[in-house]
């Protein structure tokens, strides 16, 4: 069974500059989530989807930041403008369906820096 | 508020010593779910446990095995044997069951280095 796939793995960026992150999660997941991992800290939530449907966002810059999984399956993260202060790794993670009893399974990241 | 507290940012041992990792939590809810994940340098978060609040007794799973104590709040891992494979960072992560979101609240992680 394929696992959660993120791209691009890598990206450098300015300041001010825009940028894009895709995910797909494993399939038949129903629920997919985007984590913000700073370095030296543990992952944290930035937004979580219910098939095409916001769970929560509370945690989400909106100013700057936004999020879509229109046909319930792959998402995309947009920064817009990026700030030095969003250079961290984006974590997209998937489980079966919503419950704190499911398990999350994680793609390998994407890691950015804005300069 | 959920917290979830890891004392230990680095533990460094030489291969086929044992090692615990310690995994301190805070919940006002009585249905939970505690997880541990791997980190590689890779970056990935590997799933290793999940165990839920009613259920008290200890796993094991090869070389390792995880302690659930409800009355200390925590719940450690130990690694036997370890090899320079393991080298990774581990993260304990909390999750309620039955809120708004299963949102998972990490720790910040204790990086193990074991050394040839």
């Known amino acids: 069974e394929a696992g959660v796939a993120q791209s691009p793995r890598y990206k450098i960026i300015e300041k001010r500059q825009s940028v894009a992150f895709w995910c797909n999660p494993i399939?038949?997941?129903?629920?997919l989530y985007w984590y913000q991992q700073i370095l030296g800290q543990g992952p944290k939530l930035l937004i979580q989807?219910?098939?095409?449907?916001?769970?929560?966002d509370s945690q989400l810059p909106k100013d700057r930041f936004s999020a879509e999984r229109l046909k319930g399956v792959d998402s995309t993260l947009k920064i817009q403008p990026a700030k030095l202060e969003d250079s961290a790794v984006y974590l997209c993670a998937s489980s079966l369906s919503w419950g704190g009893q499911e398990t999350q399974y994680f793609g390998p990241g994407t890691r950015l820096l804005v300069l | 508020a959920q917290k979830v507290t890891q004392a230990q940012t680095e533990i460094s041992v030489v291969e086929k010593e044992d090692v615990t990792l310690d995994c301190v939590y805070e919940?006002?809810?009585?249905?939970?779910?505690l997880f541990w994940y791997k980190q590689p340098p890779s970056g990935e978060l590997v799933f290793l446990i999940r165990?839920?609040?009613?259920?008290?007794q200890n796993e094991i799973s090869g070389r390792y095995s995880w302690n659930f104590q409800k009355s200390t709040s925590s719940f450690n891992f130990t690694i036997t044997a370890s090899q320079v494979v393991d080298s990774a960072v581990y993260f304990c992560?909390?999750?309620?069951?039955?809120?708004?979101?299963?949102?998972?609240?990490f720790g910040t992680g204790t990086l193990l280095a074991v050394q040839p």
């Open positions: 989807f219910q098939n095409n449907g916001v769970v929560d």
């Open positions: 919940t006002r809810d009585t249905t939970y779910y």
């Open positions: 165990r839920n609040s009613f259920d008290e």
């Open positions: 399939s038949g997941h129903a629920t």
């Open positions: 992560a909390l999750s309620e069951y039955g809120g708004a979101t299963n949102k998972l609240i």
